[in-house]
């Protein structure tokens, strides 16, 4: 399966951006699916994740500022940003795994990845 994750750009703390990922190559219904970020000179980190049964879990960091959601119609999925915060700054990547025993927060654990797409939070 091909990821192609766009949606970025430059917003103001406290504002909001929607990211999409969408999908080809085959249907992403089965897979987990999530969203993880890299900072300038750090690790890529877990964002958010949702099941092929759409159940959710988040990064503490995130939790209640974003939503993951899928559209299975669309092969797609979502990553809603409110309340957006300088150290959201980051390239922001969504990634595909079959397997849904796997350590979600592990990004070794997904094996498609989209190309990233830079989110800039001014203060």
């Known amino acids: 399966v091909q990821l192609q994750a766009f949606g970025g750009g430059l917003v103001q703390a406290g504002g909001s951006l929607r990211l999409s990922c969408a999908a080809s190559?085959?249907?992403?219904?089965?897979?987990?699916m999530g969203w993880f970020r890299q900072a300038p000179g750090k690790e890529r980190e877990f964002v958010a994740t949702?099941?092929?049964?759409?159940?959710?879990y988040y990064a503490d960091s995130v939790k209640g500022r974003f939503t993951i959601s899928r559209d299975n119609t669309k092969n797609t999925v979502y990553l809603q940003m409110n309340s957006l915060k300088p150290e959201d700054t980051a390239v922001y990547y969504c990634?595909?795994?079959?397997?849904?025993?796997?350590?979600?927060?592990?990004?070794?654990?997904?094996?498609?990845w989209g190309q990233g797409t830079l989110i800039t939070v001014s203060s």
């Open positions: 990634a595909a795994d079959i397997n849904p025993s796997s350590n979600y927060l592990n990004p070794g654990a997904y094996h498609n």
């Open positions: 190559g085959r249907t992403i219904s089965s897979y987990r």
């Open positions: 949702i099941s092929w049964s759409s159940i959710t």
